[in-house]
């Protein structure tokens, strides 16, 4: 059983900076796709950013492109959400999630789903406020 915790929110002043963190066990993430989403009050969840975890082109959302980098530390389990030029409009709970994508992981990555993830974590709340 596939275990993610997030880790690394936090309260930040616009066009700051912060770097998010999941950590995965339970299960080995070969042919896995893992993901960002996030949540603000009110509004349905959205995919940021995905990505496969054996490799390949990455996937972000529009309003995050050029600001955000997903990247993955294999030996530490972990997939990272580094977060810059941070606006207002980014404040949400974020959460990791993971999904065994199947044949095609870069076109999973690309759609980007919240329905097509089966595993996720608690979300780590952040805040860009000035």
């Known amino acids: 059983q596939l275990q993610l915790v997030e880790s690394g929110g936090g309260l930040v002043q616009p066009g700051g900076s912060l770097r998010l963190s999941c950590l995965t066990s339970?299960?080995?993430?070969?042919?896995?796709?893992v993901g960002w989403f996030r949540q603000a009050p009110g509004k349905e969840r959205e995919g940021v950013s995905c990505?496969?975890?054996?490799?390949?082109?990455?996937n972000y959302a529009d309003s995050v492109k050029g600001r955000f980098t997903i990247s993955r530390d294999n030996a530490k389990n972990t997939v990272y959400l580094q977060m810059d030029s941070l606006k207002p409009e980014d404040t949400a709970v974020y959460y990791c999630?993971?999904?065994?994508?199947?044949?095609?992981?870069?076109?999973?990555?690309?759609?980007?789903?919240?329905?097509?993830?089966?595993?996720w974590g608690q979300g780590t709340q952040v805040t860009v406020s000035s």
């Open positions: 999630a993971a999904d065994p994508a199947g044949a095609d992981v870069q076109a999973f990555c690309y759609m980007m789903e919240v329905w097509n993830f089966g595993s």
């Open positions: 339970g299960s080995s993430l070969e042919h896995y796709a």
């Open positions: 990505i496969p975890y054996t490799g390949g082109a990455v």
